[in-house]
């Protein structure tokens, strides 16, 4: 809940940065090693965000395969350079499966919340830019504002 109160009061405030990850080609890891191994690599996984962030900023399952990441104090270009240096990172980092070495990729979209465009918004346009880039090749960083416009 210590999140929710973050995000209502900088969406009021001062503008954050939402980020959604989407693990690319999951469903293979789940179907090749079983849901257990999955869970490990998720876990692994999420060390590996945790490893590249900064003390204000918030890293939290959101469902399935996917994370979300909140950067406050700082601005677009910042964020996607964090996001940048975690996909970087992951790719990387081999994590370890029943002794079997496997690297992985992820997909990272990315919005702005201010006063003018609400948390709800954010995170659907976050998770349009996410859609993006797997659509357009995985294992890269979209910022919404970079998308050509769409009308949601």
């Excluded at 869970?39 to 994370?67: H, N, T």
């Excluded at 659907?124 to 504002?145: N, P």
Aim: hydrophobic share 40%; net charge negative; glycine share 6%.
């Amino acid at each position: 809940m210590l999140g929710a109160r973050v995000c209502k009061n900088a969406e009021k405030q001062n503008p954050f940065f939402i980020a959604i990850a989407d693990i690319d080609r999951f469903k293979s890891i789940n179907d090749t090693y079983g849901h257990e191994q999955g869970d490990e690599v998720l876990k692994q996984i999420s060390k590996v965000f945790a490893a590249r962030l900064r003390g204000q900023d918030i890293l939290a399952r959101w469902g399935g395969e996917e994370f979300m990441l909140i950067f406050t104090d700082t601005n677009e270009a910042n964020a996607v350079k964090a996001l940048e240096q975690i996909r970087i990172l992951l790719y990387q980092a081999p994590l370890h499966i029943n002794d079997i070495e496997m690297h992985v990729t992820s997909s990272f979209g990315v919005c702005e919340v201010n006063a003018q465009n609400t948390l709800s918004h954010a995170i659907k346009q976050a998770d349009h830019a996410l859609y993006h880039a797997k659509e357009t090749g995985r294992d890269k960083v979209c910022a919404f504002s970079a998308l050509p416009p769409v009308h949601d």
